[in-house]
């Protein structure tokens, strides 16, 4: 099998979990392409590909444009294979606030036209030392709403068994 995952990421971390589901996938005996959807050219054959797993992270309560404008390009040719759909935000690691995850998620999916076979909210990581002033502060008060993180230092939140479980479950739909 031949999976293509393309991914979109404003400080990294997206790109660190899809080359954990690359690794992960080549792991279990398949090829992997994987793609920046920054970097996407009509050169690469998407037909060549047997299923897809499209990841993107939420800032200001969106997924990045570059992984939009691609899926929403795309999604027919995504609707006809297996397909998955890996939303990272800081919402999805936080207690009570799941719904805003299921919200950026609700959006993609009506944005874009395109209805993942399977779907996983999966928790980011905040790089308080690399935040300009405004990143901050949107972070602290606005997707934290007023919580109280240190701001000297980073935090991952990304569960990586939860991403390991995933990837298996998404490979035994495919068989
Ligand atoms: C300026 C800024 C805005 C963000 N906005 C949101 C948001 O609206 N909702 C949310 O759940 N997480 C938000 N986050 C958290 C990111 O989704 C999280 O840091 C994620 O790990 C970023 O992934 P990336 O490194 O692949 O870009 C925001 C982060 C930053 C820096």
Redesign the pocket.
């Given at each position: 099998m031949n999976l293509l995952i393309v991914f979109g990421?404003?400080?990294?971390?997206?790109?660190k979990i899809a080359e954990r589901v690359a690794t992960d996938v080549r792991g279990r005996g398949h090829q992997v392409e994987l793609l920046d959807s920054a970097e996407f050219t009509s050169d690469l054959k998407l037909g060549h590909f047997d299923a897809f797993v499209i990841a993107g992270?939420?800032?200001?309560?969106h997924h990045q444009e570059a992984i939009t404008n691609f899926v929403f390009a795309h999604h027919e040719l995504l609707s006809t294979k297996p397909s998955a759909l890996i939303s990272?935000?800081?919402?999805?690691a936080l207690k009570g606030?799941e719904a805003?995850?299921q919200k950026?998620v609700d959006r993609f999916v009506s944005v874009t036209g395109w209805q993942p076979r399977m779907t996983l909210l999966l928790g980011?990581?905040?790089r308080f030392t690399k935040?300009d002033y405004f990143?901050e502060q949107?972070?602290r008060f606005?997707?934290m709403k007023g919580g109280d993180p240190n701001p000297e230092r980073d935090y991952e939140f990304t569960d990586w068994n939860a991403l390991a479980d995933f990837t298996d479950r998404f490979l035994e739909t495919i068989g």
């Open positions: 990421t404003t400080e990294g971390q997206t790109r992270s939420v800032h200001q309560e990272v935000s800081l919402s999805a606030h805003d995850a950026y980011g990581a905040l935040y990143q949107f972070v606005v997707v």
